[in-house]
């Protein structure tokens, strides 16, 4: 036989019932703000991947266009350096010889002594 609780008015069932009530509305509350949690996350890494991959792009940019600046100077800097090199030097043996028979010729007459044209032959015969 079955026992039956005695009932008042409002009694254990209007209780449960709100208890029920509350426990279902706590469980969908929280519920709720562990998705909405969970989709904040979702939306700031998806916002901190898309801030890191045009952190990337820019910088691969500037890195391309320091590239370029680089490649610029040193063009610049190679004109310069043609620029500036010195010209070959023109018959230097026909210059040699014309110098080597001046100072024979200054040695012959008297102005250079022995020891002067060997100086002087061994500095034209080095430049």
Not at 29 to 32: E, K, Q, S, Y
Not at 97 to 104: D, N, T
């Given at each position: 036989m079955m026992r039956?609780?005695?009932m008042?008015?409002?009694?254990?069932?209007?209780v449960r019932a709100a208890a029920t009530t509350a426990v279902v509305a706590g469980t969908a509350?929280?519920?709720?703000g562990a998705m909405?949690?969970?989709q904040q996350q979702k939306v700031a890494a998806e916002?901190?991947?898309?801030?890191?991959?045009q952190a990337l792009q820019d910088?691969?940019?500037q890195a391309a266009d320091n590239q370029a600046q680089i490649d610029a100077l040193q063009a610049q800097l190679n004109a310069q350096?043609?620029?500036?090199?010195?010209a070959p030097a023109a018959a230097p043996a026909a210059d040699r010889?014309?110098?080597?028979?001046?100072?024979?010729e200054l040695k012959q007459s008297g102005i250079l002594s022995d020891a002067e044209f060997e100086v002087e032959k061994a500095r034209v015969l080095a430049s």
């Open positions: 039956r609780r005695a008042g008015r409002g009694g254990p069932s209007l509350t929280a519920v709720h909405a949690g969970h916002q901190q991947d898309a801030a890191e991959t910088a691969q940019v350096q043609t620029a500036a090199a010195p010889m014309a110098q080597l028979k001046e100072l024979g």
